[in-house]
């Protein structure tokens, strides 16, 4: 159940940071509740995730795949495209989280 709720916590942080960009720069006010939203459940979800995951994973899960997911979002919906560097720098943060993963359960 933690993994779920990591999980959870990713999506909500890739949607509240979606939502700044809605926002443009805070300029529309309405994308506002969608961050802070966001964000919350965000940490409320992470919070419960480490009462059972060792913090430093669940942190490099958390960032490394919101990081991720969020240069998607952006490449696909607001076409801020995908090279090959970005490619290579997605890779590297997942061979990074599975390393973190392996190390973890060693």
Known sequence: MP???????????????SMMKLS???ERKGPIL??????ALAFVL???AVKEL???L?????????AALTAVVGAVFWKE?????????ILLVVIGIAAMEVGASL
């Open 3 to 17: 993994y779920v709720m990591l999980a959870a916590a990713v999506i909500c942080e890739v949607f509240g940071t």
């Open 24 to 26: 443009s720069g805070f």
């Open 34 to 39: 969608g961050i802070v939203a966001g964000y």
């Open 46 to 48: 992470l919070g419960l």
């Open 54 to 56: 060792p913090l430093g």
């Open 58 to 66: 669940a942190y490099g899960i958390w960032g490394g795949t919101g």
């Open 81 to 89: 495209g995908m090279g090959a560097k970005k490619t290579i720098g």
